[in-house]
């Protein structure tokens, strides 16, 4: 089954600077690519996700990146503000398959 | 926001209790999971129904029992409660349609066993 690695497990960053998150993947035929945001005590929720048909997503301060030949996609957060620390999960998967194997999820904090 | 919901939100209860976990969503998916979440914040699937049927069953002891009485809920029990049980537990709805796999979590459920 798709394996998913995440880097690094925590990342600090001054507020205002960008945040990059890196995650790869095992399954070639994988052609979704969500991502999800946890604060804490909260639930995951999706803030971003690209297909496999596009290199490039944006939305406002966060985009993310999707290489399919090196088979990694990131996730890049700029002008950081304190709202932003938070879990973040990359997760993969392929059309009409139920199951989204997540990464171990990475720690941003933005340090005010 | 209300999506999908979970109750109770936070659950203490002893060792060898039995215990249960109500989900529901509102979105009109077809597939509902259970995921673990423990203190090292991985998000673990545990089970998975599409329209009522059990698609995916992790390797999970026999004490958590899931049931799907329709598509719009989900249900989990757990007999005889380990302190190993301790977790958030989420519940998550999609709609696995082949263009969107969107997975939306509901507010979890933090147990905790004494």
Known sequence: GENVEQHPSTLSVQEGDSAVIKCTYSDSASNYFPWYKQELGKRPQLIIDIRSNVGEKKDQRIAVTLNKTAKHFSLHITETQPEDSAVYFCAATTYGNNRLAFGKGNQVVVIP | ?114
């Open chain 2, 1 to 114: 926001d209300t999506a999908v919901s979970q109750t109770p939100k936070y659950l203490v209860t002893q060792m060898g209790n039995d215990k249960s976990i109500k989900c529901e969503q509102n979105l009109g998916h077809d597939t509902m999971y259970w995921y673990k979440q423990d203190s090292k914040k991985f998000l673990k699937i545990m089970f998975s129904y599409n329209n009522k049927e059990l698609i995916i069953n992790e390797t999970v002891p026999n004490r958590f029992s899931p049931k799907s009485p329709d598509k719009a809920h989900l249900n989990l029990h757990i007999n005889s409660l380990e302190l190993g049980d301790s977790a958030v537990y989420f519940c998550a709805s999609s709609h696995v349609s082949g263009s969107e796999e969107t997975q939306y979590f509901g507010p979890g459920t933090r147990l905790l066993v004494l």
